[in-house]
């Protein structure tokens, strides 16, 4: 497969495939687009969404050099599935792919964002995102693959062969 970005909707298992495969990246964009210096890591997904986060007035510029040295050395790339990474990929000319979750992912998808501490404003950012995007590969002028209900992004990664040895 010559794409190595793919843009993974939120709660599909970004994190745990990047932890888990030396070979893939999870590039996420909030500590490129905020400054999290102060922050406990148990806090970062709490304020995700949060008001209380300062800018970082070095992005996009941060993430665009990030995001082309983890292409340059991993075999697939996780970014998160939002607007302005789109953006930022295709006026980079970065070709990618989209992850996204079927219809009927909607309640293990809350339980997952709830589990994990996010907060209220962005359980309900994602939620409204994941009721209006399509799910057919006509509308979208690049790749999607949509998850079915009892699948994770590592269950499509081993299917498409793109894992390598666990770290």
């Known amino acids: 497969m010559s794409i190595k970005v ?7 298992g970004k994190t745990y495939v990047g932890n888990k495969y030396k070979n893939i990246c999870d590039l996420q964009s909030s500590p490129y687009r905020y400054d999290y210096s102060s922050v406990n890591k148990e806090d970062f997904e709490k304020l995700k969404c949060s008001i209380k986060r300062i800018p970082n007035p070095n992005w996009p510029a941060n993430y665009i050099k990030a995001l082309k040295e983890a292409i340059n050395q991993f075999d697939l790339v996780l970014v998160p599935a939002i607007e302005v ?50 799910r ?4 979208y002028p690049y790749p999607i693959f949509v998850l079915e209900k009892e699948k994770y992004l590592e269950d499509l990664l081993i299917d498409l062969k793109l894992l390598k040895e666990e770290t």
Request: one cysteine or more; glycine letters at 4%; proline letters at 2%.
């Open 6 to 12: 793919m843009c993974v909707f939120s709660g599909l």
């Open 85 to 134: 990474i789109e953006t930022i990929l295709m006026e980079n000319d970065i070709e990618f792919m989209y992850v996204l979750p079927s219809f009927d992912y909607r309640e293990i998808l809350l339980e997952r964002f709830k589990k994990r501490g996010n907060n209220d404003e962005l359980i309900n950012v994602v939620m409204k995102r994941f009721d209006s995007w399509s």
């Open 136 to 139: 057919e590969q006509k509308d």
